[in-house]
T-cell receptor, first 117, second 114 residues
Framework: ETGVTQTPRHLVMGMTNKKSLKCEQH?????MYWYKQSAKKPLELMFV???????ENNSVPSRFSPECPNSSHLFLHLHTLQPEDSALYLC????????????????FGPGTRLTVL | KQEVTQIPAALSVPEGENLVLNCSFT??????LQWFRQDPGKGLTSLLL?????REQTSGRLNASLDKSSGRSTLYIAASQPGDSATYLC?????????????FGEGTQLTVNP
């Protein structure tokens, strides 16, 4: 088991619902990441937070809204999703995401399997 | 733009066989390359991390090699076991990107039959 937890593990929602995914890391890291893993496609980086500041938004639609209240917690708020947003959403953390730490290893959570009806 | 390709997409072998998984990347200016394992419905577990200055890394029955100039890496699994069945992902960390950004391949789905 890793030091990164994600809840819920499974989520089914309608296109008009609003829900949130939660990620928590217990590793003392300062950088956190959201990835999307769709069937038959490579993992796609969505957002990066470094010391609670968002440092990357990889052209993600506004119906996905991240929040990082502190270095240990990361949320992904979902609203008005589309069926094609159904995927496994993975959270990861690393020591930090600065240029000093190019060899940092990322530790992944178990993911949230999201189904949009 | 960096692209990472993994071949084959799926592999099925009998227990005890030695096997090789392949990963290729288009931009050789990498800092390091990482191999992950992903079990169905689960997150990623890091297996081996090879720095750009290294040629190989070993952990138990796993050996990963890196040929940066040709843009290739291989993951060798010796004496495969049914418990090795999983999807194996290759990811590279580019020189131009800061920090820990990874570019992933699509993975190789491995099945080891008892």
């Amino acid at each position: 088991e890793t030091g990164v937890t994600q809840t819920p593990r499974h989520l089914v929602m309608g296109m008009t619902n609003k829900k949130s995914l939660k990620c928590e890391q217990h590793l003392g890291h300062n950088a956190m990441y959201w990835y999307k893993q769709s069937a038959k496609k490579p993992l796609e980086l969505m957002f990066v937070y470094n010391f609670k500041e968002q440092t990357e938004n990889n052209s993600v639609p506004s119906r996905f809204s991240p929040e990082c209240p502190n270095s240990s917690h990361l949320f992904l708020h979902l609203h008005t999703l589309q069926p094609e947003d159904s995927a496994l959403y993975l959270c990861a953390s690393s020591q930090d995401d600065s240029g000093r730490a190019r060899y940092n290893e990322q530790f992944f959570g178990p993911g949230t399997r999201l189904t949009v009806l | 733009k960096q692209e990472v390709t993994q071949i084959p997409a799926a592999l099925s072998v009998p227990e005890g066989e030695n096997l090789v998984l392949n990963c290729s990347f288009t931009d050789s200016a990498i800092y390091n390359l990482q191999w992950f394992r992903q079990d169905p419905g689960k997150g990623l577990t890091s297996l081996l991390l090879i720095q750009s200055s290294q040629r190989e890394q070993t952990s138990g029955r796993l050996n990963a090699s890196l040929d940066k100039s040709s843009g290739r890496s291989t993951l060798y699994i010796a004496a495969s076991q049914p418990g090795d069945s999983a999807t194996y992902l290759c990811a590279v960390r580019l020189r131009e990107t800061s920090g820990s950004r990874l570019t992933f391949g699509e993975g190789t789905q491995l099945t080891v039959n008892p």
